[in-house]
């Protein structure tokens, strides 16, 4: 059972674009939810969390929006570059216990040129 | 320097062996757990322990073994019972409940 789905699995976007991943959650108990960027060959690292009382929180060029009553959030990477080239990662934790640790499928973006 | 290390980076296996992947971490961490990911799938828990001489199955444990003897170290065992071993295995670590997990690098495990 995929408590978290995540889309696209794949993203290609140009340089300078707008990228956006999608996740949306089932279990209304997550109370964090992360967002891992992770490189080939490397463990994945976090690149921005929100906690459900707030909408959106933007860090840099990365903004998490969030939709507690739809219980979707999103990852946009704004002005999207090659370096930003990655697999990324959803997440969403319950801090009453780790049985609820559940990640996205995982989606890899290519920023071409 | 603070950080989470996990040897090898490569381990090779052949079937019927039992391996052991190192996990260790001096960031004065909890909690310690280990994933597993598969082409194509997210991160899925095998073990997770938030304090020493404690730990818990996560969804996937069947075939794996832990222990956590010291705070710092959280060795996971692959043992001959684990059908389908071949995967990237990911140890992580983090300071209490659903607080940021520190991923380490990374062992790539094959079995032969």
């Known amino acids: 059972q995929q408590q978290v789905k995540q889309s696209p699995q794949s993203l290609i976007v140009q340089k300078g674009g707008i990228s956006i991943i999608n996740c949306a959650y089932e279990?209304?108990?997550?109370?964090?939810f992360p967002w891992y960027q992770q490189f080939p060959g490397k463990g994945p690292a976090l690149l921005i969390a929100?906690?459900?009382?707030?909408s959106e929180k933007k860090e840099g060029r990365f903004t998490i929006s969030f939709n507690k009553s739809a219980k979707q959030f999103s990852l946009h990477i704004m002005d999207s570059q090659p370096g930003d080239s990655a697999t990324y990662f959803c997440a969403a934790f319950y801090s009453g216990g780790y049985q609820k640790v559940t990640f996205g499928i995982g989606t890899k973006l290519q920023v071409i040129p | 320097d603070g950080g989470i290390t996990q040897s090898p980076k490569y381990l090779f296996r052949k079937e019927g062996q039992n391996v052991t992947l190192s996990c260790e971490q001096n960031?004065?961490?909890?909690?310690m757990y280990w994933y597993r990911q598969d082409p194509g799938q997210g991160l899925r828990l095998i073990y997770y322990s938030q304090i020493v001489n404690d730990f818990q199955k996560g969804d996937i444990a069947e075939g794996y073994s832990v222990s956590r003897e010291k705070k710092e170290s959280f060795p996971l065992t692959v043992t001959s019972a684990q059908k389908n071993p071949t995967a990237f295995y990911l140890c992580a670590s983090s300071i209490g409940r659903a607080n940021e997990q520190f991923f380490g690098p990374g062992t790539r495990l094959t079995v032969l």
């Open positions: 279990n209304t108990a997550f109370d964090y």
């Open positions: 960031l004065n961490h909890d909690a």
């Open positions: 929100i906690r459900p009382d707030v």
